[in-house]
């Protein structure tokens, strides 16, 4: 499958983005999606997840309560949306996809990578 994420940009801490993610080349609602972030000199880390359906997500804990998930399954979309946002947030962040049947946390386990989308919050 073939992941193209868009979205990012430069916003004032406390402001909101809506990053997307289009997905294209098999079928998408066979795939758990997820959102992963990468600041310069960090590994990288999953900031959200969404099973197939869409009816179960995970969220680290970072984001908790600022950042939601979703997808169009019909759209072969998924979406992060971003608020409240903190410099820390600052990253290039990735959506990825994982043909397994459960939500898994680490970056290893996802088999697909679109390219990235950089999001930096300013002070």
């Known amino acids: 499958v073939q992941l193209q994420a868009s979205g990012g940009g430069l916003v004032q801490a406390g402001g909101s983005l809506r990053l997307s993610c289009a997905a294209s080349?098999?079928?998408?609602?066979?795939?758990?999606m997820g959102w992963f972030r990468q600041a310069p000199g960090k590994e990288r880390e999953i900031v959200a997840a969404?099973?197939?359906?869409?009816?179960?997500?995970y969220y680290a804990d970072s984001v908790k309560g600022r950042f939601t998930i979703s997808r169009d399954n019909a759209k072969n979309t998924v979406f992060l949306q971003m608020n409240s946002l903190r410099p820390e947030d600052t990253a290039v962040y990735y959506c990825?996809?994982?043909?397994?049947?459960?939500?898994?946390?680490?970056?290893?386990?996802?088999?697909?990578w679109g390219q990235g989308t950089k999001v930096t919050v300013s002070s």
């Open positions: 990825a996809a994982d043909g397994r049947f459960t939500i898994r946390t680490h970056a290893g386990e996802y088999d697909y």
């Open positions: 080349g098999r079928t998408f609602s066979n795939y758990i």
């Open positions: 969404i099973s197939r359906s869409g009816g179960n997500t």
